[in-house]
Every structure is written in C-alpha cells, then in structure tokens.
Nanobody, 119 residues
Framework: QVQLVESGGGLVQAGDSLRLSCAAS????????LGWFRQAPGKEREFVQA????????FYAASMKDRFTASRDNAKNTVYLQMNSLKPEDTAVYYC????????????WGQGTQVTVSS
C-alpha cells in the first residue's frame, strides 16, 4: 500500500522559514519522482517542486525557485521542502505526490499539510 505522509506545516510569520517532510512507503522510490504541490483557498492546485529520487535532480516552479528547496533522505525514504522568506501568499495546503519517472501524471498523493503565513 502506497503512503505519502506530510508533516511540518503550521502557523508562521512573514519572513520565517519552515521545512515540510513527506515520508514515503510502498513505492520503489528509485523509479519515482516525488513532487510538492500547493493549493490556496479558492485557487487551483499549483506545482512547487519535484525531485527525482534516483538522480536527485530537481525541478522548480520559477516563481518559487529562489526561496524553496527540495531534497531527499535515502535512509529515511523522506523528501523535504525547505521554505525560506515565507510570504502571506504562500499560505496554502501543501501536498506531496509521486509519479513514475516515465509518467506525466502524479498518481499518488498525501493528505496535505496546512501552512499559514501571517503578515
């Protein structure tokens, strides 16, 4: 059974940093790309970043490249999203997702973790 479990969300102030975690299980991770998405109230879900588990290559949304960094810990089967200089507009539910390397769509999704940035 595939499970993606996010953690690390919370309420922070503008300018603060936060690190989200996504623990993955039930996947042969070296054949997957793990991604981060977010959805703000009343808005569509948007791509944040993704990381290829086997190579460590990362893919960024241009608007968030300078402040957000994805990484992985092979020993813990966990991917992280380090978010710096947070802004109120970063407030959203952040989701972890997984797709096979050769697939276009992310098939597996976590339950999401809320990030709220106050001004």
């Amino acid at each position: 059974q595939v499970q993606l479990v996010e953690s690390g969300g919370g309420l922070v102030q503008a300018g603060d940093s936060l690190r989200l975690s996504c623990a993955a299980s039930g996947l042969t991770l070296n054949t997957y790309v793990l991604g981060w998405f977010r959805q703000a109230p009343g808005k569509e879900r948007e791509f944040v970043q993704a990381i290829s588990w086997s190579s460590g290559s990362t893919f960024y949304a241009a608007s968030m490249k300078d402040r957000f960094t994805a990484s992985r810990d092979n020993a813990k089967n966990t991917v992280y999203l380090q978010m710096n200089s947070l802004k109120p507009e970063d407030t959203a539910v952040y989701y972890c997702a997984a797709r096979r390397v050769l697939d276009k769509e992310f098939r597996y999704w976590g339950q999401g973790t809320q990030v709220t940035v106050s001004s």
